[in-house]
């Protein structure tokens, strides 16, 4: 365990920590303000997303092209997440079924690679593929042969295009899952894996990917997933903390979203991306809207470090003053008294939060 412990002791915050963000298609307002954003934040890595189904529709090429560019032009460096699955080649005829045809998924790496390449600096293959919603495997892929398969040729042509990849995010965090995709050689081509974690985010009584009472901490958590890794470092591409109380638009939890983040900002892992930017607009479906039966979860639309209008959580200061400080071991923030009086008089207007 020293070995994998020093691999990221001794690198900088700036180097490790990134957030995440995904931009619904067409949203140049979004693109526009999370660059501003990254920028006033001092974040030099983004992760963030092209959509399989998205890049298909009329007009797809061309939004992505400005997506691409934009982050590209500001000087981040992009860990991209290719995933949901064009509704015309699905299986079940929406985003989360496989593709009837599995190459067809590194067809399209091939081409993101060919268009974009230079623009991003690695490659994560799928999203949450344990989770139903992104990957329904419990109807189309109980054994895991269809998402191994695509994923190997997909992983083998990224490398043969001389990309970094990386395994899409699993959550809840499981070794067996793991071992199955190894056996099956899904990872022979991968060079990183992925997890999600969203500590404290849900209860045993509510909607849950991964249970309360199984979270020790981030250490153990990582550490439970280390011999199936093989020797390949972790990435931990996305956690959060929403700022409402459970599953209700009643807004809260600002100290409790900053206190998650300093944690999972010593988290023994190679890269954190916090997520994400901005909350996301009720304007926009949630994936549990699209994917389970219309079930709105509110927790979907309160993660950002700050609100859809732009004003700054508490949790925004603390990124901001970690990556400021730049340490090669980032600690527990102290906070101006300035940012903390930020997280009073909070007001709901129009269906959207807003600072008083």
Known sequence: MNHFHNRWKGAPTRERIGVSQWFQFED?????????????????????????????????????DLQMRTLSDAGLK???????????????????GPPRRLLDFADFVDEIVNRYGGQFDSLELWNEPNNRLKWNF?????????????????????????????????????HHWLATLEHKGALDCIDVIAIHAFPGMWTDSSYWWDWPDH???WSAKI??????????????????????????????????????????????????????????SYEYACIEMTEDGGRIDHREYHLGLSTVNGQRKLAWWTLQ???????????????????????QNVTRTAGHEQYG
């Not at 992009?78 to 989360?96: F, I, K, M």
């Not at 190997?152 to 043969?160: E, I, R, T």
């Open 28 to 64: 140049r307002p979004l693109l526009r303000a999370t660059v501003r954003d990254l920028a006033e934040l001092g974040v030099q890595h983004l992760r963030t997303g092209i959509s399989w189904a998205d890049y298909h529709r009329p007009g797809g090429k061309r939004w992505y």
């Open 78 to 96: 992009v860990l991209l997440s290719l995933w949901h699955t064009p509704p015309s080649l699905s299986e079940s005829g929406s985003c989360s």
């Open 138 to 174: 419990a109807q189309y892929d109980p054994d895991w042969s269809k998402f191994a398969e695509m994923i190997a040729a997909a992983a083998y042509w990224a490398k043969h295009l001389g990309q970094q990849t990386i395994l899409g995010g699993m959550i809840p965090i499981d």
């Open 215 to 217: 979270w020790r901490g």
């Open 223 to 280: 550490e439970s997933i280390i011999p199936s890794c093989k020797g390949r470092p972790v990435w931990i591409t996305e956690s959060g903390y929403a700022t409402c109380r459970g599953n209700s638009p009643k807004l809260g939890g600002f100290i409790e979203q900053s206190q998650r983040l300093s944690e999972a900002l010593l988290a023994p892992a190679e890269r954190l991306y916090w997520y994400c930017v901005r909350d996301l």
């Open 321 to 343: 003053r970690a990556l400021s400080d730049n340490a090669p071991q980032a600690s527990r923030v102290n906070l101006p008294s300035s940012s903390l009086a930020d997280c």
